[in-house]
């Protein structure tokens, strides 16, 4: 299981309150990591079922 995870943030400090902004990439090599391996009995063969593939996340939070 192989996956690289990228985050960049912000921090603004603006009348009275903290902005957070962010920007986030998931499995940034775009892999292909089974998380469940199942046997089909009539067809003999194995079925894989994949993490999440490429994933950007834009975030912003705003505390008071």
């Known amino acids: 299981y192989i996956r690289l995870d990228i985050c960049i943030s912000y921090k603004i400090n603006k009348m009275g309150s903290t902005w957070h902004?962010?920007?986030?990439?998931?499995?940034?090599?775009?892999?292909?990591?089974?998380?469940?391996?199942?046997?089909?009995?009539?067809?003999?063969?194995?079925?894989y079922t994949y993490a999440l593939p490429l994933l950007p996340i834009l975030g912003f939070k705003v505390d008071f």
Do not use: E, G, W
């Open 21 to 47: 902004l962010s920007a986030d990439i998931q499995n940034v090599f775009n892999t292909k990591n089974p998380v469940q391996q199942r046997y089909d009995a009539t067809t003999k063969s194995l079925y």
